[in-house]
Structures are given as structure tokens and as C-alpha cells.
């Protein structure tokens, strides 16, 4: 990328597999897509310039780690979710939200008033009982979340991991016919004027619509009431947005709704493939009711193969697609990236993919799709990607002080990393810190 200019800390997010490169390549694209935006709206010329700091990267990959409130660490992981010995190998669940643990202990037999270390003890009891894939499967069946922990290989011969490795790395299509996109010309920041709806949860589609954000979109996160999102991811992934709360089933709420997408330029969804067309969301509902929208949509495991409809967090990818058992302890016990690298370089994909789509429309208009997920990232890292190899003894000691940042909010103090993505003459940090989760109005600033 010699439009970009690279630095910092060498041998940051050290792991067996090219997690750095990931890491450094995703937020680059952003920047990039970026800084193309900005030249386009200055009537073109060179782009701004673009560095990317791997010190800068690493920081804000591990974000939920290092963010705290008023002193106080988020919770990232609950007990049940983890990995589990089973009678034939590995499984990993994800349990991190209330109604997803009441599935998996209702799946499981266990009683629902166990808690602690008494239910962990149960659950482990009772899965070391069970093959993997069954487990999976029943799990599955009953709306909770587990994949069994497969091999590289496995997983390749796997219908689900044929399907992703099908497909290209992130599509961006046009899809109808729509507008030419007018903004105005020489903005303070690259996506300034958008407006953005964002409807994802936890850290992939959250980053996303973070970074335009950053860059200057006016962002509104709508979730349904009955879903209540943990206050400490929000507090991670919050940054340059507002947050509300719609129920789309309700009358009202619904038309509050359609309101916001009357005048909307972006919307960035993060279900499940299908989830949300009984809603009118699909993207050519949406295409239809607003031309000219731009469209991300974001999954777990992609939108073919028979796993499409299934509920999914980068734990889970990472255990199904042979990352966990690539990075195993050396007596087998599966282990882990050391970054959410699936989630964050996933977020900095689709949020350059909007910025282009943006860039796009300035010319020829049109309705724009863009599609990725979580699976088709981790068999870039395992398949395409490769180590950048900075010679001996190249590693440097990082601390991530100097990209971590505090200031006072809605919520209290914050100390929370910075930005990685940096465009000359763009924003350098968020103009809003986060406030509580679903308490804005649903409307556009």
C-alpha cells in the first residue's frame, strides 16, 4: 500500500497466525477509503495522506480491554462462555447475553436457578458426557450458541466452510437504481452530511458505524426493546453515535421508523442473514422505499451454505474455522487470537465499504450493497493473508499508553484507546463519548 504510510511498535498482537497484518491492512482500507471520499468531495486531486500506526492498531483492536469507566473494567466474557472438554473433543459456547445462557442451560437439562461456580460445574459435568457435534447441533436447535472446535482442515471440508471459502472477502454491488449522491463540497470531516442508521450489536457492525462516526456521519444506533444490549459493550462501541431505542412491531415506533429511513444515506445492519426482512429491511425493501441508500450488511457466517441462518460471534468463528486449534496451548487445549480480530478487522472492512460506496455514488449513482461476515475474514487470516516479516530481533516492546486516552461523559470518567484510523485534516478522536444504551431520542441530530 504505498499510499499509506506505516510506523509504530513492531510485533504487536503476536500469534501464530498474521493478526498484525490483518489488523493493520483493515484499518488502512478505512483510512484509505477515507481520504478518497475527502478528495472527491474537494473536487479531486491527491487524497489526503494516511498513516497507520501498529501501536495505534493494536490498542484499538483490544479497545473493550483497556476501556474503563469511572476506574472500572467492562465485563467481556461470561462464565458459560468458553471452551468445554467433551466426550469426543471440544465445544465452545457463547452465553455472554441473559437469554442466550436461559437457552443453552434449558438445552442442556440444567435447573435455571443454578448460578456461579455450581452451575459452571453442571455444565462441564454435562457436556463431558456429549459428542461435540451433537452438542452443537441440540444447542443450536433450542436458539442457543455452541459450535464443536474443529481443525483447519475439517472445517474446509466442512458445506458451511466450502460455502464461505466460495466467496470473495467483502461484494459491493449495485443493486438499483438511485440518485447521484450530492454532498457538500470541502467538508470538516470526509463523511460529514451522512446519516447513518445502525442496527448491530457487539463489537463488528458497532465498530463500523464507530469509524464513520469518527469521520463525521451522523450516526443513530436503533435496537428493539426487547433485547437490552450490555451497557459495557456499548460503552466500548458507543463513541460518535446516539443510541435508541424501536419496537417495529408498534405503530408508532414503526413509524418513527420509516421517518428516520426517509432521510437516511446509510444502513448498516448486523443480523443474521434474514432476520430482519419480516421487517421490511430487506435490502431490496429498503432499496425500494429509499433508492440511492447505501446498504452493509453484516453476518456471522455469511449469507450461503447451511449454517447462513445461524446466530454467530467471532468465539464461535474462530472455533468452527480451525483458529482455535491453530493457536492451542501446547496440551491441546484450544486457545484464541489475542485480539476480537474476526469483529474489529471485519468493522474496518464495512465501514470502508461504505465510505466507497459513498465515493461511488458521487458519479453514477445507484443503490449500493455491501456484504461481509465474520467466517469469510477468518479464512482470509488462514488462508490468504501472510506474516510481514520484520527480520531478527524485530520485536518491540509496546505499551499501549500513549494511544489511550481519558476525558470526562455522560457515564463518568472514561479512559478509552484512540482512534486508529488517522486521514490528514480528519477528526483525530470522537466528537460524542458514549451515554447510555437506548436513551436518545430516534431522530437525526
Known amino acids: 500500500m504505498d499510499a499509506v504510510a506505516f510506523g509504530g511498535p513492531r510485533g504487536t498482537l503476536p500469534s501464530r497466525l498474521p493478526v498484525r497484518e490483518l489488523a493493520r491492512a483493515t484499518v488502512a482500507v478505512a483510512a484509505l ?19 497507520v500506526d501498529d501501536g495505534a492498531v493494536a490498542t484499538a483492536f483490544l479497545s473493550e480491554r483497556h476501556l474503563r469507566v469511572d476506574g472500572r473494567a467492562a465485563t467481556t466474557f461470561a462464565p458459560l462462555s468458553r471452551f468445554w472438554r467433551t466426550r469426543d473433543g471440544w465445544v465452545r459456547t457463547h452465553a455472554n447475553y441473559p437469554h442466550h445462557r436461559v437457552r443453552l442451560t434449558e438445552a442442556l437439562g440444567l435447573p435455571l436457578t443454578d448460578s456461579g461456580e455450581a452451575l459452571v460445574g453442571r455444565t462441564a ?15 443450536t436447535a433450542a436458539g442457543g450458541l455452541a ?6 482442515a475439517a472445517w474446509a471440508a466442512h458445506p458451511q466452510g466450502a460455502a464461505v471459502a466460495r466467496r470473495p472477502l467483502l461484494t459491493l454491488e449495485r443493486i438499483a437504481d438511485g440518485p447521484v449522491r450530492t454532498l457538500p463540497p470541502d467538508p470538516g470531516a470526509p463523511a460529514e ?12 457492525g458497532p465498530v463500523a458505524t464507530r469509524t464513520l462516526g469518527l469521520l463525521g456521519a451522523d450516526v443513530l444506533r436503533l435496537d428493539p426493546p426487547g433485547i437490552p444490549e450490555s451497557q459495557d459493550a456499548h460503552n466500548d462501541t458507543g463513541f460518535g453515535k446516539r443510541s435508541a431505542v424501536l419496537d417495529l412491531a408498534h405503530r408508532a415506533d414503526r413509524a418513527a421508523f420509516e421517518e428516520l429511513l426517509a432521510r437516511a444515506d446509510v444502513v448498516v445492519t448486523g443480523y443474521r442473514p434474514g432476520a430482519l426482512d419480516r421487517h421490511g429491511l430487506s435490502p ?9 441508500l447505501v446498504i452493509g450488511q453484516l453476518s456471522a457466517w455469511g449469507t450461503d451454505g447451511p449454517w447462513a441462518g445461524r446466530r454467530g460471534f467471532d468465539s464461535l468463528v474462530q472455533a468452527a474455522c480451525g483458529i ?14 489475542p485480539a476480537q480480530a474476526l469483529d474489529h478487522g471485519t468493522g474496518y472492512l464495512l465501514a470502508a465499504a461504505v465510505l466507497r460506496a459513498v465515493t461511488e455514488q458521487r458519479t453514477t449513482g445507484g443503490t449500493r450493497l455491501a456484504r461481509l461476515s465474520l467466517a469469510r475474514t477468518a479464512h482470509w487470516l488462514t488462508s490468504d493473508l501472510t506474516r510481514d516479516e520484520d527480520g531478527p ?17 455522560p457515564l463518568g470518567r472514561v479512559r478509552y484507546a484512540l482512534p486508529p484510523v488517522h486521514v490528514e485534516g480528519a477528526p483525530r478522536d470522537w466528537s460524542k463519548l458514549p451515554a447510555r444504551w437506548g436513551t436518545d431520542a430516534p431522530e437525526w441530530s
Open 147 to 152: 459450535v464443536a472446535v474443529r481443525s483447519a
Open 33 to 51: 477509503a477515507a481520504a478518497e471520499l475527502a478528495a472527491a468531495r474537494r473536487g479531486g486531486g491527491t487524497p489526503p495522506a494516511v498513516r
Open 125 to 139: 459435568a454435562e457436556l463431558a458426557l456429549r459428542d461435540a457435534e451433537e452438542l452443537q447441533e441440540t444447542i
Open 284 to 292: 431490496e425493501a429498503l432499496a425500494e422505499r429509499r433508492p440511492g
Open 193 to 204: 452530511g451522512l446519516r447513518v442508521l445502525d442496527l448491530t450489536r457487539v463489537i463488528a
Open 393 to 409: 530481533g524485530a520485536a518491540d516492546a509496546y505499551e499501549p499508553g500513549p494511544w489511550l486516552t481519558e476525558a470526562g461523559g
Open 324 to 337: 482455535a486449534v491453530t493457536e492451542a496451548a501446547p496440551d491441546g487445549t484450544p486457545g484464541a487470537l
